[in-house]
């Protein structure tokens, strides 16, 4: 079985979306509404290193940036308060695959954005996580 970018992302985006606050809230990439608050991530295609000599796919290694987004530090905080809870540690479940616990890699202050009007702030998560055949 390949790597599924999609069945990846979409497995970190349900993880998120059981927090009571980020189910309502959560988006991939494109943010399609403007809430008070919210989170938007972004899933790379999964870094694939072949480590079988024979057998099925490769390893590949996720790497997830979220955008926690408030119209105030303190409700971007919060917001990432609750990615974190969801995140770190979780491990996903992609049928096929075998992925290890969720784990952050950075993290960025908090900052003012005044390219939107009203100007929002937001905080810089990444988390990483390896995917392997089952």
């Known amino acids: 079985m390949s790597v599924s970018i999609r069945d990846h992302a979409a497995a970190v985006r349900a993880r998120l979306e059981q927090d009571a606050v980020l189910a309502t809230c959560t988006f991939q990439g494109v943010v399609t509404e403007?809430?008070?608050?919210?989170?938007t991530f972004f899933i790379n295609?999964?870094?694939?290193?072949?480590?079988r000599q024979t057998g099925p796919d490769a390893r590949a290694?996720?790497?997830?940036?979220v955008?926690?987004?408030g119209s105030d530090p303190t409700q971007a905080q919060a917001v990432a308060e609750r990615v974190y809870g969801q995140l770190l540690g979780f491990i996903p479940t992609v049928a096929g695959r075998r992925c290890t616990r969720v784990r952050a890699v950075s993290s960025q202050p908090s900052q003012r954005d005044d390219t939107v009007q009203p100007s929002v702030f937001y905080s810089v998560d990444e988390f990483t996580f390896l995917s392997d055949p089952a």
């Not at 295609?45 to 480590?51: D, I, K």
């Not at 290694?61 to 940036?65: K, L, S």
Request: aromatic share 14%; hydrophobic share 25%.
């Open 34 to 39: 403007r809430p008070q608050r919210y989170c």
């Open 45 to 51: 295609s999964g870094f694939r290193e072949q480590h």
């Open 61 to 65: 290694d996720f790497n997830i940036v």
């Open 67 to 69: 955008h926690s987004v």
